[in-house]
């Protein structure tokens, strides 16, 4: 047995001085701070947090057809580094796309032993492989992404309502979540001819591409297949804080709803960004200040369910730098590392807790994904999945220290609070002050 012993340890009653308990790789018993048995190794952190380990639901591996994005070993250091003991591989931008069971099968074969962290997977919902889903199910995936506009990459075409309803039928038998990228195609295609001649290394010319009603549209149509079908509807990475009415409403009407935003729309605002930054396009986009304070405010008042990465790097070139073109540049944040701090840090500055830090990051993913019963609590009978977690510790970050296959990203050099110092997966160390672990122990969930 070995006991961790922290005067902080966050659990669901709050943060208290206490030991963890633990046999093997699972939790045995959350205990008093003294409750030291004879014999036990014993763990002790002092006044740092013991935490859950962050459970990252929306992070883009690429591998196979695109390690050279991002691939497996080096995604899961920078899990381990950032506190993720537990990711969720989205079905883009790897090819195949994980949209048969053949695919999937292959991407599992092509994770085996190189995983430091516990990894899951998302299917995809592609045009015409309603039939497919459930063979998906079977191979293991936890449920199925879709796009409701254009993905970025051909092998994973965006679906229509007619696409949506059947899937979303046969989800809700099967019993998995949906999980869309909540933009349509008709008010990017209503401004674009309005951009025509605009700089296009300028961020306001590509934030006004995106616009907030293509997300506005996306959620009434989903919103409304959630309420005729009644499948599990979850909206990715949301951003436009003028759609929160809708998502309130669907959630007060009692629908299978949920949304989640991500560290980059809580941290940044679109009036910070420099024209020909590239490394800040995503889409949906970056908006303003005003927007990113509602986005905060949706969190704390439990319409926003959860926060993920949305870690979807790609190489330097396809950035665009040296042109510094928004419009030609592929859209993508990489931060899987750095989402904890990210979002503690600006958690902390606005009066919220840990302990909803941990709700938002750590017990609303696992749910999500199915793992409820064994991830995201530090509890009795779940995994051993801890990071001990320094959140009044200051640190700039330092490029030279991620752990993601390039180091671009536009948190480069920002001021962040909130230190990794350990991660446990399990129960085993799989990071400590720098330091990874030899041994890839992760497992497929």
Known sequence: MRV???????????????TVHVHGEIIHALADYDALPAGAERIDVGEAVLMPGVVDTHVHVNEPGRTEWEGFRTATRAAASGGVTTLVDMPLNSIPPTTTAEALR?????????????????????????????????????????????????EFPGVLEDDL?????????????????????GPIDAVAPHLAGKDPRAYLTYLQSRPPAAEEEAI???SRLC???????????HSAASALPLIRHARAEGLPFTAET?????????????DGATAF?????????????????????????????????????????????????????????????????????RGYSLSQVVRWMCEAPARLAGLEKKKGHIAPGYDADLVVFEPEAAFKVDVQRIEHKHKLTPY??????????????????????????????????
């Open 227 to 237: 309420r005729e079908t009644r499948a599990r509807t979850h909206v990715v990475h």
């Open 412 to 445: 480069a050099d920002a001021g962040l609070t909130g230190v990794v110092t350990s991660t446990y997966v399990r129960g085993q160390r799989v990071f400590h002050l720098g330091e990874h672990a030899r041994e890839l122990k992760g497992q497929f969930l």
């Open 106 to 154: 292959k991407k599992r074969q092509e994770a085996a032993g190189q995983c430091l962290i516990d990894v899951g997977f998302w299917g995809g919902v592609v045009p015409g492989n309603v039939k497919e889903l459930e063979g998906l199910v079977r191979e293991g995936a936890r449920g199925f992404k879709a796009f409701m506009c254009f993905s970025g990459v051909d």
């Open 220 to 222: 009434r149509l989903v």
């Open 281 to 349: 396009k995503c889409a949906p986009p970056i908006r303003e200040g005003s927007n990113r304070e509602l986005l905060w405010a949706a969190l704390g008042e439990g319409v926003l369910e959860l926060v993920a990465s949305d870690h979807s790097p790609c190489t330097p070139a396809l950035k665009k730098q040296e042109l510094g073109d928004f419009m030609a540049a592929w859209g993508g944040i990489s931060g899987l590392q750095l989402g904890l701090s990210v979002t503690w840090s600006g958690a902390r500055a």
């Open 262 to 274: 991500c560290p980059h729309y809580l941290h940044f605002a679109a009036e910070d960004i420099r």
């Open 165 to 185: 309803h059947p899937a979303m039928m046969e989800l809700r038998r099967l019993s998995r979540p949906l999980l869309v990228h909540a933009e349509v195609e």
């Open 4 to 18: 961790f012993r922290s005067r902080r340890v966050v659990t669901a009653e709050g943060i208290r001085p206490a």
